[in-house]
Structures are given as C-alpha cells and as structure tokens.
C-alpha cells in the first residue's frame, strides 16, 4: 500500500506530498538505527555475556530457577546469551515491530525457540499472571536502555516499573549498577557552541565590535546535551578545573526511581579560571562487585587507553553551565548534578545544595530565542571570526557607497557587516517570527534598529515596497538556512536568487557568485562499522539483521548520502578532492538538469569505504569558503574537516565487509545529477578496476 507524506523540501523551499511505501518509516529507522554498530561493540557485547552468566550462575547456587527478562531486547542478542549461560526462560521484550518480528526469526534459527520468548510490546505494557505475558515475575533482569546520557531513552521510569510490577525483589540485574561522571573545564572551543561572542569588523573608520544583546548572555540555554565523540576534542581545546568526579549512581538490582533528583561534589578546583563546561560519560558495571566494567571514559580518563573502544551508539556529553562562573584555584565549589526522569543537567555552587536549600532548581530553558534557531554547530561558525574576516575581505571587493544590500541566510550577521562596511541600505530576509524576533534584538544591542530593516516574507512575495522602491545591487548569502541537512540544501540560496530576480538592479552582484560540489574517497577508521555486516556475533547467527539492514538501506538509502560531522570521524583521503559541479548564482536557476559522468583516480592504498562530499561557496573569485576539506590531505595524515558542518558520505556498498581484501580498485565512476525541479542532488559511485577500464 501506498501513502501520501507531506515533507518541506530544504532546497525549494516548497512542501511537496509524495507518495511513499506504507513501510517508509520502518525503513528509514532501521536504516539509520544503531543496531550494527552494537552489534560490532565487541567490549559491550562480552561484557554483558560476562554480566549475564555470572547472574545465572547466582541464581542456580541459590538453586532456583532463572527466569529472565531482557527489555529491548533488539535481535534478542542478550536473551540468547542468558540461555547458553543456562536460563531456564527468556521474556525478552521488544516494542518496535519489525525488530521484535526480527528477534523472532533470530531466535529460532539460532535453536532457542523453546526458552525464549518475543513479546511485542513496550515494558509498561506486560501482563504478569496465569494468562498475562508472564506466569510469574522473573529474578534476573537484563536491559539496553542506555543512551549517552544514560537515561535519555527513559530508562529509569523502565526500571521503576519493571521493579514495581515484572521483577521479583532482590533479583539479580545486568547491568548491576551505572555511575556517571564529570569533569568541569574551561573550553573556549566549546563556550563559542553556546553563545555568542563579541565580533571584530575592521572597517575604514576603525574596529566596529558586533555585541550579543544582554539576553542572550544572561539565557541559561538549551537544555540539551550536545553529545559527541570526545575523543577527537584535543586535550588542548580545554583546561581541566576539576579532577573526574563520580556524581551519582543507579542501582539496578533494587527500586529505581524516576523523580527528580540532584546530587552534589564538592571540590577544590585544580587551577583558577572560567568554569563553563561539563564533560560527562558513564560506566555500567554488570555484576555486583564492579568486577565486570563496560566505560565510556575519553581516552584521558580511561584506566587502559589502548583498550578504548569505538563506539557511536554511546559516546561522551558535554553540557554548558547556565552561566561561566570564576573559579579559584584550592577554594572549595559544589558541582551539581540535577536529573529528571530523562535529562541531567548541572550547575555550579559555592555551597552544598542540601545547605542552601537550593536542591531541585527548575531544568534550565532557552528564553532568548538564539538557542533554539541555532544548533552548537552554528553558534560555533557565527563565533569563528577567521571565517567572518573572509567574508569582511570579501565584501570589501565587491561593496560601494550606494550598495542596496538584500541579505539571504537564516539568522546571519552577514547584514551587520554590509552595514558597518558601508551600504546606503540594507535589507535582510527572515524565514520565520521566531528569526525576526532574534534578529531585532541583536539590531537593537548594537544601535542599528533603525539601519537594518528586516523583511519576513517568503521570497517569491517579495514587492517593490518591501525595498522601498529600490533595486538589490547586491545580493548577499552566506548561504545558511536552518532546515538544511545535507551540504547542497543550502543551494535553496540559488532559488531566492532566482525568485527575485526582478528584484536585481542592472549589473547587480551576487554573493556568494558561485557554488562547487566536490568529492574525495576515503577510508574512514571506524565509521565504516555502522555500514559493516555482523554475520555472527559473539557465537550466535545474525545474518537475518544484516540482511535486514540491507533490506532497509536498499530501499532508499543506498543511492543517498548521508549527513556526518566528520570532524568527529577520523578518515583517510585515497584520492586527490575532485569538483563535480558547479552552480552559477549569477543567473536564475536553469530549467534543465546538470548531468555529469566522470571518475576519480586513486592514488593511495587502502579499503575504499565511501565519497565524502561538501560544497565550496565563491564569494569572489579570490575568495573561497569551504564546507568541507579546509587543507589538502597529506599522504598518511587524517583528514581535516570544517568543524561547523556537516558533510555528506555516501557509502560505496550498503554493508561494507572488513574482511574484503584491499584488492587493485583505481578508479571511482560516478554519475551525478542536480534537478531543478526538485532541488534534489542523485548519484551513483561505482569501484572499478583498473583492467576493467582498459588502462
């Protein structure tokens, strides 16, 4: 069956329905789900097969049965484990269909049919009784509930239900227990993610200084975690305050409660400075006495950083304190810890919160508005002041005394700098109220309220009033635009462009002049793994998974690429980068598609994992900014990536084997097409070797 979805297309602009398989959503979540990369956590998968038989042998030495309830279950991976460790029975849990249904066939042709059994439900949902779910509530309770701030996915009102209603007191649990962690540091890096900092514009008359409005300085900001890959943050990004600081624990094994709560740490800061940030990671340790130890420690925190596993389901967090706070060296603070029943957040006081009564302050909320229009990554670019001095550079070539400037970005500063520059007038478009309110605001703290005038409307709406009679002499973008997923949605730039048209004086300019789409092939070090087939995982047979996987990526995925901040994700170029297309901003966009055929050449050895693509905007022909490769890669270098955005991998095979041998590939064959109609960007890339090319 067929059905209709509406979807905004980020490059148009417009909302088309399109006619979708009744599956999509099923697809599209096992395809961009975490089940292969857990699969491939080989630390996770022997520490819980550890956890797990040391829990039943537990049980059977206090000769009773064991009785198991594994809650999401996923393929039934741990459940399978817990009956080769010799459980007696399996509930195993799982509330997402076309896993359970999944699990189902996993278990039968692994031979556990008659120990295990799948119920579809969520765990709030199972009946314990003669004709419930369960006959009798289970003594050993297994469960991956875990996300990287620990109890993002709700793992806590699980628990406390499970304890309340599916488990017999005093069971045995796997995990046992779970401690998270914090380190306080100072990071200007990573205070740039969350506000914004005061920008120089060298201009003809001096240094003009663009100011945050106090709202924005004072906001506590948004009240989620930004988690990453710590360990590609350089330790010299940051300086330490605090030693790592064991906040609090949950044990599993007893009544879990999901009520707001905060624990604190007392501490003398290991050095005076601006306490900003908290780092943040846990550990699950899977049996009593913490023998068993699964951690998601950086590599600096890490008891054995040569064991450090790679992982991408759980990484590290960072959270940012609703204010910087000074700190001196040897003078005691409280680090604060505050939870609810799917969020921590912390904070930062002179005194024990239990003393000043101060024990469940409200979850921190952005009031400023900067918060939600802009991501981490954003506040990072509009604070890189190398990138803003390019733009600087560039309008300086390109402005004159009489420029009527129309400013086309979301939330860009790129009107301010027109103006301290020296446009006659400037005008700038915002997509929504939320934006125009943001913008005011930031107009009215640096006096230009009455300089910048600010136009919401969509731009095929545009009219000669909004501009006030006059001609756009310069059309300005960075291009940025807040729906944008992919590097070539920013391209919705060129359909402004063309949807004001009429709107261009003669001989107007637009900047940026024109766009590129490049490409490089690379070898990424472990991003390879969520594309990667289990086959058989820690003895047991989970092909039907991959082939499920496989089954969903087919179905639409494995002719797109798809977003990564690879920045995060160490690679190595095997080819020199490579411009596909071009798109000429100085003219509307054409009304036939740019089709391009053509190959790259590899020239260093290595597993062909997949095309890296980004696009490169031509403020002038002397001045370039990319979003992606920012230098040339070296021979056995990583890569160097903005750090700002995404880019996009498209993944040479849906599965990628790491048994496959190197081999003698030498040449990558693509096709890429940009249709006008839809704004979309297809392609296909082909591996071919060298005889089949007849070199």
């Not at 001096?206 to 409005?213: A, D, H, K, M, T």
């Not at 400037?426 to 125009?436: K, N, P």
């Not at 991998?649 to 849906?654: G, K, L, R």
Request: glycine fraction near 6%; charged fraction near 20%.
């Amino acid at each position: 069956m067929k059905v209709f979805c509406g979807r905004a297309n980020p490059v148009t602009g417009s909302v088309e329905w399109l006619e979708e398989d009744e599956h999509y959503d099923y697809h599209q979540e096992i395809a961009r789900s975490s089940y292969a990369d857990m699969l491939h956590d080989k630390d996770r998968n022997l520490k819980y097969y550890q956890g797990i038989r040391a829990a039943v042998s537990r049980v059977k030495d206090r000769g009773q049965k064991a009785l198991v309830l594994d809650i999401g279950t996923g393929t039934g991976l741990l459940s399978m484990m817990a009956v080769t460790a010799g459980a007696d029975f399996c509930y195993a849990i799982e509330v997402f269909k076309p896993m359970a249904d999944a699990a189902v066939k996993i278990v039968d042709k692994n031979g556990f049919s008659d120990k295990i059994k799948v119920i579809n439900k969520h765990s709030t949902e199972v009946t314990v009784g003669p004709d419930g779910d369960m006959p009798c509530r289970a003594n050993i309770l297994i469960t991956e509930l875990f996300d990287t701030e620990l109890i993002g996915e709700g793992a806590l009102p699980s628990y406390e239900h499970a304890h309340r209603h599916l488990v017999q007191e005093n069971c045995e649990a796997v995990p046992h227990r779970a401690t998270v962690y914090a380190q306080l540091v100072e990071s200007r890096t990573m205070w740039s993610w969350n506000k914004l900092f005061p920008i120089r514009v060298q201009t003809r008359f001096g240094e003009q200084i663009i100011v945050p409005p106090l709202e924005l300085e004072r906001c506590p900001g948004a009240p989620s975690v930004y988690d990453i890959q710590l360990n590609q943050v350089s330790p010299t990004d940051f300086t330490a305050l605090s030693n790592v600081l064991p906040m609090f624990s949950v044990d599993f094994s007893k009544q879990v409660s999901s009520s707001a709560a905060c624990h604190s740490r007392q501490f003398e800061p290991l050095a005076s400075g601006q306490a900003q940030v908290v780092l943040s990671w846990w550990d699950i340790e899977m049996d009593p006495k913490g023998k068993i130890k699964c951690t998601m420690a950086p590599f600096w925190a890490h008891s054995d950083p040569q064991e450090l596993q790679w992982r991408d389901h759980w990484m590290q967090c960072v959270y940012f304190l609703p204010q910087e706070e000074p700190v001196i060296q040897g003078s005691a603070v409280c680090l604060v810890a505050h939870h609810d029943d799917y969020c921590v957040w912390y904070s930062l006081q002179r005194t024990s919160p239990e003393k000043n009564g101060r024990v469940h302050p409200v979850r921190p909320v952005c009031d400023c508005q900067a918060h939600l229009l802009w991501n981490r990554p954003r506040f990072g670019e509009i604070n890189d002041q190398d990138r803003t001095n390019q733009y600087v550079q560039a309008l300086r070539t390109v402005l004159k005394p009489d420029s009527v400037c129309l400013c086309v970005s979301d939330g860009s500063l790129l009107c301010m700098l027109a103006h301290h520059l020296g446009a006659e007038k400037v005008f700038t478009m915002e997509s929504s109220a939320a934006s125009h309110r943001l913008m005011e605001k930031i107009f009215k703290a640096n006096h230009l309220e009455d300089k910048i005038n600010v136009i919401e409307k969509r731009p095929e709406l545009l009219t000669p009033a909004d501009l006030v009679g006059k001609k756009v002499s310069l059309l300005l973008g960075e291009p940025f635009f807040t729906t944008s997923l992919l590097p070539w949605h920013n391209l919705y730039f060129w359909y402004v462009r063309t949807a004001v048209d009429q709107h261009l004086g003669p001989g107007a300019v637009v900047m940026p002049q024109a766009a590129s789409l490049h490409a490089v092939v690379v070898e990424f070090r472990d991003l390879w793994r969520v594309r990667s087939p289990c086959g058989n995982c820690e003895g047991f047979d989970v092909h039907i998974m991959d082939d499920m996987i496989k089954r969903a990526l087919d179905f639409r995925e494995s002719k797109e690429a798809e977003p990564h901040p690879l920045w995060e994700y160490p690679c190595r170029s095997l080819s020199e980068p490579q411009q596909i297309l071009t798109f000429d901003f100085q003219q509307p966009v054409p009304p036939q598609p740019l089709h391009v055929e053509g190959s790259i050449k590899l020239s260093r050895p290595g597993r062909s994992h997949g095309a890296v693509l980004w696009m490169e905007y031509h403020l002038t022909p002397d001045s370039t900014i990319s979003t992606g490769l920012l230098k040339p890669a070296e021979d056995k270098e990583d890569c160097c990536w903005n750090p700002h955005c995404k880019q996009a991998v498209y993944f040479f095979s849906t599965m990628l084997d790491p048994r496959a041998p190197l081999g003698s590939l030498q040449t990558v064959s693509y096709v890429v097409e940009f249709h006008p109609r839809t704004g979309d960007v297809t392609m296909d890339f082909m591996l071919s070797n060298a005889l089949d090319d007849g070199h």
